[in-house]
């Protein structure tokens, strides 16, 4: 059956009154998830560059193995091109295994400046993780402290949070998919997220500007949808002054 005008008005401002008490909810957290999400992306980056300062450190003392490795092949062709010097037989032979023994030396000088300048980045590596690590565990405090604040508020409120989610969900199903659309749309540009607004006191209860007479009487009616020709929110209803009318009596009888 199609929903009436005043129909489709009163389920999306009971849409509305459940997503402002969720609104309310979710002020009450604050920046603190935005707080949390922003310190885990920040550790996530130092175990990131952790991971990187080790694989190096790692990579450099794979370095310095091999160096050490062809030191001591070096060591054994040197131990060889000596026996063989002893037995040589002429002084080309001679020459040919001093030059040998030179470039195996010099293979030798070669690596140990190596082993030493890889010695040289390990230490500043380590140095740099070892800074890096103690950041990364203030800021972990940091994280842990404010997860467990977001968690006691979250607690606090996640009953009542599930049962409105619970009640959004069937709301939304009253309200057709076009009108939806359009009070997710104004939700989103809205800074205190109302789309759907009483007028009060003669004035849009978003925006606060002046709706004349005769538009609130058309609202009134609930015949079609209004919109606050300011502010573009959907105008729900016209809140009678009920209580505004009852003081002032009050006044007047205190007057006479």
């Known amino acids: 059956m199609e929903s009436t005008v005043a129909q489709k008005l009163d389920a999306i401002y009971n849409l509305q ?37 080790q694989n190096d450190i790692a990579g450099f003392e794979e370095d310095i193995k091999r160096y050490k490795e062809n030191i001591k092949e070096s060591e054994k062709l040197i131990k060889k091109y000596q026996d063989q010097q002893m037995n040589v037989r002429n002084n080309r032979e001679y020459d040919a295994i001093t030059k040998e023994l030179e470039l195996q030396d010099l293979e030798i000088q070669v ?50 949070e599930s049962k409105l989610l619970a009640d959004r969900e069937k709301a939304g199903k009253k309200v057709e998919e076009r009108l939806i659309k359009s009070y997710n749309k104004i939700r989103a540009n809205a800074k205190n997220g109302l789309a759907v607004v009483m007028v009060k006191r003669g004035a849009c209860g978003g925006c606060f500007n002046t709706v004349p007479p005769q538009r609130q009487a058309d609202i009134r009616e609930k015949k079609k949808l209004i919109v606050c020709e300011h502010c573009g929110r959907i105008l729900a209803g016209v809140e009678d002054e009920i209580e505004e009318d009852t003081t002032k009596a009050k006044r007047r009888t205190a007057k006479a």
């Open 17 to 53: 009154l459940i997503d402002s008490r969720l609104d309310s909810i979710l002020k009450v957290r604050g920046a603190l998830p935005e707080e949390v999400q922003d310190l885990e992306d920040e550790i996530a980056g130092y175990e990131t560059r952790l991971e990187k300062f």
């Open 111 to 160: 690596a140990k400046k190596k082993i030493a300048e890889a010695g040289v980045k390990i230490e500043q590596k380590k140095t740099d993780l070892d800074a890096l690590d103690l950041v990364m565990k203030d800021r972990q405090k940091d994280l842990d402290q404010k997860k467990n604040e977001l968690d006691t508020i979250i607690a606090e409120s996640e009953a009542e």
